[in-house]
């Protein structure tokens, strides 16, 4: 049994390994030193606190002993000295006036703690009795900031509804102007198409007649004008389009903010009539720690006056766009109209004018064949000239031929023979003279049938241009849409 008071040690029934170092760890300083030092030198006890130096003191005193001693001599040794326990029971931890101070210590603590309690509690009473008014007044004012909260929700909401049926509304009467717009773009697909198939047919014109006349260049100016006019309501109706987009877009934040303001009129509602004594109230914890909001009274405000100020700006631009539809529905109907009948004026002046030509082409032709068949009457009687003429060229060449066979001296250039000689020249010049005439005769010939032919093909090419004019393009153009299907009514 240990005193009261002393330091509790461990005594070992064998003794410990002593390490290969001179010094021990620091962990292991007081276990391992504990059972090797000298009885005569131990002093002080190890275990006090005020002392740390008594340790190594006694540590440094011995620092070769156990290295150098054997297993047997550290037994003999440990079996000599007596434990450290039984030698420290005898050492105190504090002194008198420690003990002293502990107590005046406990009683000023005492005496603070009851002062500072009974502080508290006066207080804590007159805390709880503000914090209760205080409370009241909070809950008021909070009350009443979510009446006001209600009151202005429901303005906001009941003009809302009156922009949202004025946007509708408008949004109604534009997709009708935009119907109108899309059933006059289609009308204007067949004047276009019989344009371009009048200058489709007026392609297959043959020679001279493909001409750039004034039909054509009309034709040009009706293809452009139809298509300048798809462009302007094309162009309208991508406008008509996109302003939808942005009345359907206007609509929707106007819908959806109506939504969220009937959300917030419910909800605050419910919490402006909540009380103390309410069904379903309860504690959340943490909720005043989260901060889910995302506007203050004046960007909320602002927010819903610029959906309100967007839907009014969209429904007046809408309304001018509609005008404008209307306009350019009456204006391009009048320039189709003015144009086509232009068109026609032409076709009818170009179809007398290819009529009127291809009479005197007949007449033409007519007087060439007539001169074809004296030509060719010409040329047979020269061929029969030419034929007479051959004989007496024979005649002459043969007698110049046998004269050639006189022997020598015989060879004489005589009269007779210079005579033959001329008659020879004489009746070939005659006979070029009469084929040179012959081939102007057959030149003439040609000349007249090719005249002839031009005549014929001219005369076809007449006839192709009349049935194009007249049969295939005047007959195309009989049906054109009116005016009321062009303005898109019907």
Avoid at 109 to 127: A, I, M, P
Avoid at 221 to 250: F, P
Wanted: proline content about 3%; aromatic content about 6%; hydrophobic content about 35%.
């Amino acid at each position: 049994m240990e005193r009261v008071g002393c330091t509790l040690t461990s005594t070992y029934a064998h003794p410990r390994p002593t390490p290969t170092n001179f010094l021990p760890a620091i962990s292991t300083m007081a276990s391992s030193y504990r059972d090797r030092f000298p009885h005569s030198n131990l002093t002080h006890s190890l275990s006090l606190p005020w002392r740390p130096s008594t340790y190594y003191k006694v540590a440094s005193s011995y620092p070769s002993v156990a290295p150098y001693c054997t297993r047997s001599q550290r037994v003999s040794e440990n079996a000599m000295l007596p434990f450290v326990s039984n030698r420290t029971t005898f050492f105190t931890r504090y002194t008198p006036d420690d003990w002293y101070r502990s107590n005046l210590t406990n009683y000023q603590e005492s005496n603070t703690s009851r002062h500072n309690s009974e502080k508290l509690r006066v207080d804590t009473s007159r805390l709880i009795q503000d914090k209760y008014q205080q409370t009241r007044k909070t809950q008021a004012d909070t009350t009443q900031n979510l009446g006001e909260r209600v009151n202005d929700i429901g303005f906001w909401k009941s003009e809302i509804i009156h922009e949202l049926d004025e946007m509708i509304g408008e949004t109604n009467a534009l997709i009708d102007v935009k119907k109108r717009l899309e059933r006059a773009l289609m009308e204007t697909e067949a004047p276009l198409q019989v344009a371009r198939e009048c200058l489709f047919h007026r392609e297959k014109r043959m020679g001279i007649d493909l001409v750039h006349d004034e039909v054509e260049t009309q034709l040009l100016t009706e293809v452009d004008t139809i298509l300048c006019c798809q462009e302007r309501m094309k162009l309208h109706l991508d406008k008509a389009i996109a302003q939808l987009a942005a009345d359907r877009a206007s609509q929707h934040e106007l819908e959806k903010d109506l939504s969220d303001k009937q959300t917030a009129y419910r909800i605050d509602d419910k919490c402006h009539h909540l009380r103390n004594t309410s069904d379903g109230v309860g504690y959340f914890r943490g909720v005043e720690r989260v901060d889910a909001t995302v506007s203050v009274p004046e960007s909320w405000a602002k927010f819903t006056d610029d959906n309100i100020l967007r839907s009014q700006s969209e429904r007046a631009a809408s309304a001018k766009l509609r005008d404008d539809i209307e306009n350019l529905l009456v204006v391009t109907a009048n320039e189709m109209w003015n144009q086509f009948n232009k068109v026609n004026l032409c076709f009818t002046n170009r179809i007398a004018e290819t009529a009127d030509a291809k009479n005197k082409i007949q007449m033409h032709l007519a007087k060439t064949l007539q001169e074809i068949f004296q030509t060719e009457m010409t040329i047979e009687s020269i061929k029969k000239a030419i034929k007479d003429k051959t004989a007496f060229l024979k005649v002459a060449q043969t007698r110049l031929d046998e004269r050639t066979r006189r022997p020598n001296i015989e060879l004489c250039r005589d009269m007779a023979q210079l005579r033959l000689v001329n008659e020879v020249h004489e009746v070939d010049d005659t006979i070029q003279t009469l084929q040179q005439r012959l081939r102007d005769a057959e030149g003439t010939l040609q000349s007249l049938v090719h005249t002839k032919a031009t005549l014929e093909h001219d005369l076809a090419v007449k006839a192709n241009s009349l049935y194009i004019d007249q049969e295939k393009c005047m007959s195309m153009r009989k049906s054109y849409p009116n005016t009321l299907r062009l303005v898109g009514f019907c």
